[in-house]
């Protein structure tokens, strides 16, 4: 199919570009940017208003589509998502997480190794890329683990992880406590050119806590996580790196101190990149009402301090990205007390939305900086962006692209999710913000119709 967008604003970091204009996409590919762009044949045609949605996207030879209002991102890139697959996808699949992540404006996301089995070598890591090419519509890459079975007592086959196609390793869902064994993964990821993704949480610390340790979790009756929990693991990390040159890449950033941490660290010359979630920048423990599940998630709210610095560490390029940590459970798993229940909220279909609500309209991002930290930015960070050609909007680039209307109001609703997960505190928040056309390769993978 030829898919002419005409008349949207062009958001694409690489080339900073921010205009008004026209893409042609021919066969996987961005073949023309300019004004006034048509077909190079008399293809059949049929225009389709980006805002509002409608017609038949299947039949055409090629499609029209006015993107007037909306704006066209290089497709977004998500290095931490939970697609719980193989073992667990009672919970989540590759196949209904890549459709959540299209539907969100994905067209890349990096899949986290805590599944049963864990994603520990090589054989595991085919098994989700063969899966994926025959049932997602986007790209899936999945993430290693650090150690055999996540038991943090041997290293696991990174080498041959990353020769089947890993970016890159983690231990995520927990921390690498024995240091001897994280400093022998970082000079490995260092020899192998790959991040380590670190989850920074001293266990020893947590003590039972599921909500941050502040007025708040004695409001709920609830035990406390303190910042100390992050920040410890955080600077023994960011001192690993340091030392061996590896590229470290901090996960799901919640605290001041980390992101403190980070700047300092970036100034020295460590190789550090750090992503935030919408939720840390979304809301504060404050905003908890209750003893109520949906608020449960690893790191926990913070306080609003913590919320600040994480939004300064964004609009000051401190924190390079936003990553979604999807982390969908079934009903039942998110029922009852906080105390019992499990950690974790989705995150792929409501990202957008919070991101233009919460940063872009406030201006505290602009709708360039927006495209750097959830494309451009992550495809950097797993150096995507020459291997793939993710993250950037050129010609002869693979056409992954995502068109999304700032300006149109919706109400979150959880039952309408792609997702089979619908753990999530914002159902039935109204935000402004939709994601209308994911393209992935040049081949329509998403389509907001209405009903959606």
Same mark, same amino acid.
Request: hydrophobic share 40%; net charge negative.
């Given at each position: 199919?030829?898919?002419?967008?005409?008349?949207?604003?062009?958001?694409?970091?690489?080339?900073?570009?921010?205009?008004?204009?026209?893409?042609?996409?021919?066969?996987?590919?961005?073949?023309?940017?300019?004004?006034?762009?048509?077909?190079?044949? $008399?293809?059949?045609?049929?225009?389709?208003?980006?805002?509002? %949605?409608?017609?038949?996207?299947?039949?055409?030879?090629?499609?029209?589509?006015?993107?007037?209002?909306?704006?066209?991102?290089? %497709?977004?890139?998500?290095?931490?998502?939970?697609? &719980?697959?193989?073992?667990?996808?009672?919970?989540?699949?590759?196949?209904?997480?890549?459709?959540?992540?299209?539907?969100?404006?994905?067209?890349?996301?990096?899949?986290? #190794?805590?599944?049963?089995?864990?994603?520990?070598?090589?054989?595991?890591?085919?098994?989700?890329?063969?899966?994926?090419?025959?049932?997602?519509?986007?790209?899936?890459?999945?993430?290693?683990?650090?150690?055999?079975?996540?038991?943090?007592?041997?290293?696991?086959?990174?080498?041959?992880?990353?020769?089947?196609?890993? $970016?890159?390793?983690?231990?995520?869902?927990?921390?690498?406590?024995?240091?001897?064994?994280?400093?022998?993964?970082? &000079?490995?990821?260092?020899?192998?050119?790959?991040?380590?993704?670190?989850?920074?949480?001293?266990?020893?610390?947590?003590?039972?806590?599921?909500?941050?340790?502040? #007025?708040?979790?004695?409001?709920?009756?609830?035990?406390?996580?303190?910042?100390?929990?992050?920040?410890?693991?955080?600077?023994?990390?960011?001192?690993?790196?340091?030392? /061996?040159?590896?590229?470290?890449?901090?996960?799901?950033?919640?605290?001041?101190?980390?992101?403190?941490?980070?700047?300092?660290?970036?100034?020295?010359?460590?190789?550090? /990149?750090?992503?935030?979630?919408?939720?840390?920048?979304?809301?504060?423990?404050?905003?908890?009402?209750? =003893?109520?599940?949906?608020?449960?998630?690893? $790191? $926990?709210? &913070?306080?609003?301090?913590?919320?600040?610095?994480?939004?300064?560490?964004?609009?000051?390029?401190?924190?390079?990205?936003?990553?979604?940590?999807?982390?969908?459970?079934?009903?039942?798993?998110?029922?009852?007390?906080?105390?019992?229940? +499990?950690?974790?909220?989705?995150?792929?279909?409501?990202?957008?939305?919070?991101?233009?609500?919460?940063?872009?309209?406030?201006?505290?991002? /602009?709708?360039?900086?927006?495209?750097?930290?959830?494309?451009?930015?992550?495809?950097? +960070?797993?150096?995507?962006?020459?291997?793939?050609?993710?993250?950037?909007?050129?010609?002869?680039?693979?056409? =992954?692209?995502?068109?999304?209307?700032?300006?149109?109001?919706?109400?979150?609703?959880?039952?309408?999710?792609?997702?089979?997960?619908?753990?999530?505190?914002?159902?039935?928040?109204?935000?402004?913000?939709?994601?209308?056309?994911?393209?992935?390769?040049?081949?329509?993978?998403?389509?907001?119709?209405?009903?959606?």
């Amino acid at each position: 199919m030829q898919i002419l967008i005409r008349h949207g604003r062009l958001l694409d970091p690489e080339s900073d570009t921010d205009r008004v204009t026209d893409i042609l996409i021919e066969d996987g590919k961005v073949t023309r940017i300019g004004d006034d762009l048509t077909f190079p044949a $008399p293809y059949r045609r049929e225009v389709v208003m980006a805002v509002g %949605g409608g017609g038949d996207v299947s039949s055409d030879d090629s499609m029209e589509i006015d993107a007037s209002g909306c704006w066209v991102m290089p %497709g977004l890139v998500d290095l931490h998502v939970h697609l &719980r697959d193989p073992g667990l996808t009672y919970k989540e699949d590759i196949g209904t997480g890549s459709e959540a992540a299209a539907r969100g404006g994905y067209t890349t996301i990096c899949a986290m #190794p805590n599944t049963r089995p864990v994603i520990d070598m090589p054989d595991k890591v085919n098994y989700v890329r063969f899966k994926a090419a025959a049932l997602s519509p986007i790209h899936v890459m999945q993430i290693g683990a650090i150690t055999k079975g996540q038991k943090g007592e041997q290293l696991a086959d990174i080498r041959g992880m990353v020769d089947a196609g890993s $970016p890159a390793i983690s231990e995520d869902g927990k921390s690498v406590m024995n240091a001897k064994i994280a400093l022998e993964a970082f &000079r490995e990821a260092a020899s192998l050119k790959i991040p380590v993704c670190a989850h920074c949480e001293d266990k020893n610390l947590v003590n039972g806590g599921v909500v941050n340790d502040d #007025p708040n979790a004695k409001r709920l009756n609830l035990p406390g996580i303190t910042n100390s929990t992050e920040d410890v693991i955080t600077a023994r990390d960011l001192v690993l790196a340091a030392e /061996t040159g590896a590229h470290l890449h901090l996960c799901h950033v919640s605290t001041r101190g980390a992101v403190e941490m980070i700047r300092v660290a970036k100034a020295h010359g460590v190789h550090v /990149t750090a992503e935030v979630c919408p939720h840390h920048f979304s809301m504060t423990s404050d905003d908890i009402p209750r =003893d109520n599940p949906q608020y449960k998630m690893n $790191p $926990p709210l &913070r306080t609003p301090q913590d919320r600040d610095a994480l939004i300064e560490g964004l609009r000051d390029g401190t924190i390079d990205c936003i990553a979604t940590d999807h982390a969908p459970h079934a009903a039942n798993e998110k029922f009852g007390s906080m105390k019992t229940c +499990a950690f974790g909220i989705v995150g792929l279909e409501t990202a957008v939305a919070l991101t233009v609500t919460k940063l872009v309209e406030p201006g505290i991002l /602009t709708p360039l900086q927006m495209a750097q930290v959830m494309s451009t930015g992550p495809a950097r +960070a797993f150096d995507l962006m020459d291997q793939y050609g993710d993250g950037k909007i050129a010609e002869g680039n693979p056409a =992954d692209i995502v068109v999304i209307d700032p300006g149109q109001e919706w109400v979150i609703d959880k039952r309408k999710f792609a997702s089979k997960g619908s753990n999530t505190p914002f159902d039935g928040w109204k935000v402004r913000g939709r994601v209308k056309w994911t393209i992935c390769e040049g081949e329509i993978v998403y389509h907001d119709e209405p009903g959606n």
